[in-house]
């Protein structure tokens, strides 16, 4: 089955400086990459997703590149905030169905 | 529209007894996944469930079943319980299409002792 794999596990920044998470998955037959951002106590939300027709996908301070030929994704936060603190989880997920399969996510903390 | 709901929000059980959670997705979904939330685990698939039929499975054992409802409301059932079943326990809802947004309710949290 698919294998998502995500580093760094913790990630300590500076306000104001970028923060880069990047995972690997197994299955050339996902196609679906989404990220979720889960704050202390709270549920899993979406922050950003890319399918695998699109290379880079961005929103305001968060992109998502995708190669798929190495099998690898990468979630870009710039100019980084004390509320982008929180753990992170990319997944991946093929097209038939909804089974994701998540990375071990990273715990972000933006030091003001 | 309201969110995707779950109860109950806490639980405590003992070992060998049996737990059905609930979950109610947004209005017009079709599509219940279940996840395990544990420290040393992670995020763990268990099922999914569209249109009142189980479409994907995750590798949990037998005693982890559940089903859905016409209204596409879904439970999870975890029978004879482990010390090990201690997780938060999340479902996510979606319109049923692949690669469509998932979308977790709060989650229940269960404590087996």
């Known amino acids: 089955g698919e294998n998502v794999e995500q580093h760094p596990s913790t990630l300590s920044v500076q306000e104001g400086d970028s923060a880069v998470i990047k995972c690997t998955y197994s299955?050339?037959?996902?196609?679906?990459f989404p990220w979720y951002k889960q704050e202390l106590g709270k549920r899993p939300q979406l922050i950003i997703d890319?399918?695998?027709?699109?290379g880079e996908k961005k929103d305001q301070r968060i992109a998502v590149t995708l190669n798929k030929t190495a099998k690898h994704f990468s979630l870009h936060i710039t100019e980084t905030q004390p509320e982008d603190s929180a753990v992170y989880f990319c997944?991946?997920?093929?097209?038939?169905?909804?089974?994701?399969?998540f990375g071990g996510g990273t715990r972000v903390l933006v030091k003001p | 529209k309201a969110g995707v709901t779950q109860t109950p929000r806490y639980l405590i059980k003992t070992r060998g007894q049996q737990v059905t959670l609930s979950c109610s997705p947004i209005?017009?979904?079709?599509?219940v996944s279940w996840y395990q939330q544990t420290p040393g685990q992670g995020l763990q698939f268990l099922f999914e469930?569209?249109?009142?039929?189980?479409?994907n499975k995750g590798n949990f054992p037998g005693r982890f079943s559940g089903r859905q409802f016409s209204n596409s409301r879904s439970e999870m059932n975890v029978s004879t319980l482990e010390l090990g079943d201690s997780a938060l326990y999340l479902c996510?809802?979606?319109?049923?299409?692949?690669?469509?947004?998932?979308?977790f309710g709060p989650g229940t949290r269960l404590l087996v002792l």
């Open positions: 996510a809802s979606s319109s049923g299409s692949a690669q469509e947004t998932q979308y």
């Open positions: 299955d050339s037959a996902s196609n679906y």
């Open positions: 890319i399918r695998s027709n699109v």
């Open positions: 997944a991946a997920g093929k097209a038939a169905g909804n089974k994701l399969t």
């Open positions: 209005s017009g979904h079709r599509s």
């Open positions: 469930y569209f249109s009142e039929t189980q479409r």
